[in-house]
């Protein structure tokens, strides 16, 4: 390695090889050890079908010398625009995922190889569909070895998803605690009785579950347990089957009068549009990354990412994510990435030594934010001084795009309609010494037809 | 079909020596129980096809005006 090579804190359990960040383009080492399972990859025609497939991110081999004794080679991968993580999706999201591994586990079997991991955390969002970003995450398939990768696409998507679609969608949340997917005893005590009727979710949760407890402790020889290909080729059936079956109920019902927008006339609404939309054309550089905190099911996410901005819509709402989500997917969206994100409680680094999975800050800073509609949220119902508001987004991106509204909006009022106000700083006044503090503001605008101001400040923390 | 593959998990003679197992180990067991039954249901289903098409191939004329005359 060389010394101006910096080896990802994600990187270090599969010994086939690693990635590396040299001048901010990321990298990765394959190992000698790979090197056959490599030449497999590329020569039997996996690596054309998957990534002809938009299954498998892209790369080039580097013609350099590696400088490391256990280096076979180095490739540089396509550009990922933002690493999100299974608890920031909602129900398709990992459903799709999960899909889409199954699916590029069929065509390995076709070219006699198999996935030798099953992540979650490897498959990414781009360009609105789930790619594999692992390169490494394929070995020489074994006539009648078991999948072994079988244990973890359970935990990191079959039992996630059950529970989500079984129990109660939040769930998805324990995947922030078992970074290594939701432990299977634990999903069986979780789903309902009922799920026991389900013959899918039956094999391979509940009696799973109980076989590897019964199992814990004893011993087995291997040599004399097969898996024909067959039965390799029925298991995935059946989880392809057992996936495919999992709805989230809700999204059948209450699906569309969910959001009925706003309370403010529909001049207002658009007019708020078009200066959101000068804002970001009056920017001295278009924007690479957009975040669009509390982006709902996306509408104003939507100015940015029609421009062909890579745009993430947050929002803690399961539901309006969903939403969201569905519709990227129906239009074919290449620029938006709908993720839900609880800003009262941001992702934070997680996994060894912190450094596996990173914090909301650490994945920024975004070039542009949008905190349209947001501030009364955090303010009013969080308690969150304004002022802190202003210091944290002030770490968070180089240009702010904010809304503020006044506490006579029957919005804000709602908020209040049920507690005390205790809010005696929150009005445009402190807003503005608030924000002053950490940003320029070089533009507000009143969206006329209602009482809301919309400004565009420049982070003072964050240069260019 | 799920009483089937209870009975094959309680049942099925385990005779494992040689190596400790990992925490995957229950998992390696299940997949070989379930992949076993679910392997011998296409199997079974590809025989049945292949019996079928033969059949077919014999009596396919027949075959194809009866399912015509069930139709209507």
């Known amino acids: 390695m060389k010394n101006d090579h910096i080896i990802l804190g994600s990187s270090f359990r599969d010994p086939s090889g690693f990635m590396f960040r040299e001048k901010n383009t990321l990298y990765r080492q394959i190992n000698r050890s790979y090197k056959e399972n490599y030449s497999l990859l590329k020569n039997s025609g996996l690596y054309d079908e998957l990534t002809e497939n938009g299954l498998l991110i892209e790369h080039i081999e580097i013609e350099t010398s590696c400088g490391d004794s256990e280096c076979y080679k180095h490739i540089k991968p396509a550009a990922v625009p933002f690493i999100s993580y299974p608890y920031e999706w909602t129900f398709s999201q990992l459903k799709d995922a999960a899909l889409a591994t199954l699916e590029i586990q069929k065509i390995a079997m076709k070219h006699g190889m198999t996935l030798k991991d099953a992540s979650a955390f490897n498959i990414q969002f781009i360009e609105g569909k789930p790619l594999l970003i692992d390169t490494l995450s394929f070995e020489k398939y074994e006539k009648k070895k078991p999948w072994v990768a079988y244990r973890q696409f359970c935990q990191h998507f079959l039992a996630p998803l059950a529970l989500m679609s079984c129990k109660d969608i939040r769930l998805i949340q324990l995947f922030r605690v078992f970074i290594d997917g939701i432990p299977l005893d634990l999903a069986s005590s979780l789903l309902p009785k009922s799920t026991y009727a389900n013959i899918s979710l039956f094999m391979h949760i509940h009696a799973h579950a109980k076989t590897q407890k019964r199992f814990a402790s004893k011993q087995i020889n291997r040599r004399t347990s097969h898996l024909s290909e067959h039965a390799m080729q029925g298991l995935i059936s059946s989880l392809i089957n057992a996936i495919k079956k999992l709805h989230w109920k809700k999204t059948n019902t209450e699906w569309d009068k969910y959001y009925s927008f706003t309370n403010y006339s529909d001049s207002a609404f658009k007019k708020k549009k078009k200066i959101i939309e000068e804002f970001i054309d009056v920017l001295p550089k278009t924007p690479a990354l957009v975040w669009d905190l509390g982006g709902n099911t996306g509408l104003f996410s939507r100015i940015a990412s029609n421009k062909e901005i890579n745009t993430i819509s947050f929002d803690i709402d399961y539901l309006a994510v969903e939403k969201n989500y569905r519709e990227m997917r129906e239009k074919k969206e290449k620029h938006i990435l709908p993720l839900f994100l609880d800003l009262t409680n941001p992702s934070t680094n997680l996994g060894w030594a912190h450094q596996e999975r990173e914090s909301l800050e650490k994945r920024g800073p975004a070039d542009l934010i949008m905190a349209l509609a947001l501030i009364h949220h955090l303010s009013i119902s969080n308690n969150v001084p304004i002022g802190m508001i202003a210091s944290y987004f002030s770490l968070l991106c180089k240009y702010l795009i904010v809304e503020f509204i006044p506490k006579d909006d029957s919005n804000v009022q709602k908020l209040l309609s049920t507690r005390k106000d205790i809010f005696i700083k929150y009005n445009q006044k402190n807003f503005e010494k608030s924000f002053n503090e950490y940003f320029d503001i070089t533009s507000s605008q009143n969206i006329e037809g209602s009482k809301r101001v919309l400004y565009l400040m420049i982070s003072r923390h964050i240069h260019e | ?72």
Do not use: R
Request: glycine share 6%; with cysteine; proline share 3%.
């Open chain 2, 1 to 72: 079909m799920q009483f089937f593959i209870a009975c094959a998990l309680l049942l099925l003679p385990f005779s494992f020596a040689n190596a400790y197992l990992d925490p995957g180990s229950g998992s390696f067991i299940i997949q070989l129980i379930i992949g076993a039954m679910l392997g011998s249901l296409i199997a079974v289903k590809t025989y049945f096809k292949k019996i079928k098409s033969s059949f077919l191939k014999l009596f396919g004329k027949q075959s194809t005006d009866k399912d015509k005359d069930d139709e209507e």
